[in-house]
Nanobody
Framework: QVRLVESGGGLVQSGGSLRLSCAAS?????????MSWYRQAPGKERDLVAT???????NSADSVKGRFSISRDNAKNTVDLQMTSLKPEDSAVYYC???????????WGQGTQVTVSS
């Protein structure tokens, strides 16, 4: 059974930093999975924030470039999202997602709330 558990969310002031972490279990060879962070604000669609691919590359949405960085530890089966210079518009529920590099289903975590106060 695949399980993704996010942690590290909370309330932070504008300009502050947070580090989110996602611990994965039940994936066959974690290194074979593209790991991503998504976010969803109330009344909005779930948007891709950043991806760390199984091939070792990473990318992020234009809205967070230069402020957020994604990293993974294949030995620990974790993927982190370091968020700096946070803005109120970054407030959302952040979700960890896993998808095998060959395709198939996407697995989701339960989400962690990030609130940035102005």
């Amino acid at each position: 059974q695949v399980r993704l558990v996010e942690s590290g969310g909370g309330l932070v002031q504008s300009g502050g930093s947070l580090r989110l972490s996602c611990a994965a279990s039940g994936l066959t060879f974690f290194s074979n999975y593209d790991m991503s962070w998504y976010r969803q604000a109330p009344g909005k669609e779930r948007d891709l924030v950043a991806t760390s691919s199984a091939r070792g590359t990473s990318n992020s949405a234009d809205s967070v470039k230069g402020r957020f960085s994604i990293s993974r530890d294949n030995a620990k089966n974790t993927v982190d999202l370091q968020m700096t210079s946070l803005k109120p518009e970054d407030s959302a529920v952040y979700y960890c997602a896993a998808r095998a590099r060959w395709g198939g289903s996407t697995y989701w975590g339960q989400g962690t709330q990030v609130t940035v106060s102005s």
